[in-house]
């Protein structure tokens, strides 16, 4: 499980001693890679009550054309690029800033699809 507390040793590599153990809401979670497939979401729930909406595969992305200000939901067909991480291209992986080839051209993903259950994109060339 990956811990997302405070680091035991100091900015300049000394010894730190915790004055606590882990916690359970320090905890992180397994990554949501959302890969390009029919759709299918799963619901976290996060500190407050709230939840979240993780989008685990999905094949339709909601484009907006900024030249005409409309927006429309177009199928996707691969991931062109993804500066996250390279190997995120052979493997489908949407991830925000991933460029997507769509049946419009190219659009970035403006938002986190692990996040926010949907695929928002920009077009940046046709």
């Known amino acids: 499980m990956r811990w997302q507390g405070k680091s035991a040793r100091k900015v300049t590599g000394g010894r730190l001693i915790l004055n606590?153990?882990?916690?359970?809401?320090?905890?992180?979670?397994?990554?949501?890679?959302?890969?390009?497939?029919?759709?299918?979401?799963?619901?976290?729930?996060?500190?407050?009550?709230?939840?979240k909406i993780r989008l685990l595969r999905c094949d339709v992305a909601c484009v907006s054309d900024p030249a005409t200000g409309?927006?429309?939901?177009?199928?996707?067909?691969?991931?062109?690029?993804?500066?996250a991480n390279l190997n995120y291209i052979r493997r489908n992986i949407i991830t925000r800033g991933a460029v997507i080839k769509t049946?419009?051209?190219?659009?970035?993903?403006?938002?986190?699809?692990?996040?926010?259950?949907?695929?928002?994109?920009?077009l940046i060339g046709k």
């Open 20 to 51: 606590r153990g882990k916690r359970k809401f320090e905890t992180g979670r397994e990554a949501g890679d959302t890969t390009i497939a029919p759709v299918r979401k799963k619901r976290i729930s996060t500190m407050g009550g709230n939840m």
């Open 70 to 83: 409309k927006s429309s939901k177009i199928k996707i067909q691969s991931v062109v690029d993804n500066k």
């Open 103 to 122: 049946e419009l051209g190219d659009a970035m993903v403006t938002n986190r699809p692990s996040q926010d259950g949907t695929v928002n994109a920009v």
